[in-house]
């Protein structure tokens, strides 16, 4: 593959990654304002697919684009602006994968209050919760690596 080729495809899987997880966020928001249960577990149904089939393949492609990118510009893999990006992607594994799995618990107790014709349990606020603290440190952790790979500091 030509280093065109491999930096359209890391940079079109880092916009996958945060594309995804804004838009997960946006419609989760949204979803839960409402406080319908039919409404959250339709909407969650579709974000959990969407983490499965957009966020995790972006999640494997990254490193391996990324790491391909490295060679072939002849960094080395202990620069410091690329210590700070792998610390920050670690951090943003750290906080998603339990979100994928709050969320996938989220679904499931909305679609047990709609098929009871129930309101959303307490149990389902407080998963929400955690979900949205969680979320704030994995996108601000993306955003500080769309800036490493921008700015390339020296530290």
Known sequence: MTYELIKLIHILSGAVLFGTGAGIAF????ADATRDARTVAAVARIVVLADVVFTATAVVVQPVSGLML????GYSLTEPWLMAAYG?????????????AIQVRLKVLAEQAAA???ALPV?????????F????????AVLGIYWLMVAKPDF
């Open 70 to 73: 490295i060679v072939i510009q």
């Open 27 to 30: 419609f989760m928001l949204r």
């Open 88 to 100: 920050l992607y670690i951090l943003t594994g750290l906080c998603w994968l339990p979100v994928v």
């Open 133 to 140: 603290v969680l979320g704030w440190p994995a996108f601000a």
């Open 116 to 118: 009871a014709d129930l």
């Open 123 to 131: 149990a389902y606020d407080r998963l929400y919760r955690w979900w």
